[in-house]
């Protein structure tokens, strides 16, 4: 399953609100996963089951949709959020993930 | 604390074996799975295979089969990834994570290892 992610970059200022969206190339139900991932770091979990937040992750981030697109928004960028996004798919071998949204400081 | 630590980097010359270790602590080990993810430099992340932590049953990406093997031993909850026949371009970060139902919730921090002549 392939899953593509737009856009592949993207430019924000601190307060922003931003989407991330990620389409999938067949219908994966509700099991998709988001990640952050910062220079030199292992990818963070930010959302799983398409929606439901991890535990300690900022309210600030949200996740929807289900089938073939999905989104992650951020409702007010803050300086720690810069960062690169991944997604992933879940719902059957191989695993993919997405090819990534990098968030910049504008 | 739940974590997993993984083992130090390596540099390897191409057509040689690593084998990356991953020790899991805070946590039922035997739960659940563990995958591992590899990163090139600058680019994407690649899942390269599962493991149960529970009766040892793996199912590797296409990409790596009859390369890769991943293996785990419950009496010190630590899972082991090794690659053979390595070349140039192996040369990345191996992760390994935590894989419940929905999500991989706990990451190594990473083992770098280089592919070099």
């Known amino acids: 399953i392939q899953l593509t992610q737009s856009p592949s970059f993207l430019s924000a200022s601190v307060g922003d609100r931003v989407t991330i969206t990620c389409r999938a190339s067949q219908g994966i139900s509700s099991y998709l996963a988001w990640y952050q991932q910062k220079p030199g770091k292992a990818p963070k979990l930010l959302i799983y089951a398409a929606s439901t937040l991890q535990s300690g992750v900022p309210s600030r981030f949200s996740g929807s949709g289900s089938g073939t697109e999905f989104t992650l928004t951020i409702s007010s960028l803050q300086p720690a959020d810069f960062a690169t996004y991944y997604c992933q798919q879940l719902n059957s071998y191989p695993i993919t993930f997405g090819q990534g949204t990098r968030l910049e400081i504008k | 604390q739940v974590q997993l630590v993984q083992s130090g980097a390596e540099v390897k010359k191409p057509g040689a074996s690593v084998k990356v270790s991953c020790k899991a602590s805070g946590y039922t080990f035997i739960s659940y799975g563990i995958s591992w993810v590899r990163q090139a430099p600058g680019q994407g992340l690649e899942w390269m295979g599962w493991i149960s932590a529970y009766n040892g049953n793996t199912n590797y990406a296409q990409k790596f089969q009859g390369r890769v093997t991943m293996t785990t031993d419950t009496s010190t909850s630590t899972a082991y990834m090794e690659l053979r026949s390595l070349r140039s371009d192996d040369t990345a970060v191996y992760y390994c994570?935590?894989?419940?139902?929905?999500?991989?919730?706990?990451w190594g921090q990473g083992t770098k290892v280089t592919v070099s002549s």
């Open positions: 994570a935590n894989t419940a139902n929905d999500a991989f919730d706990i």
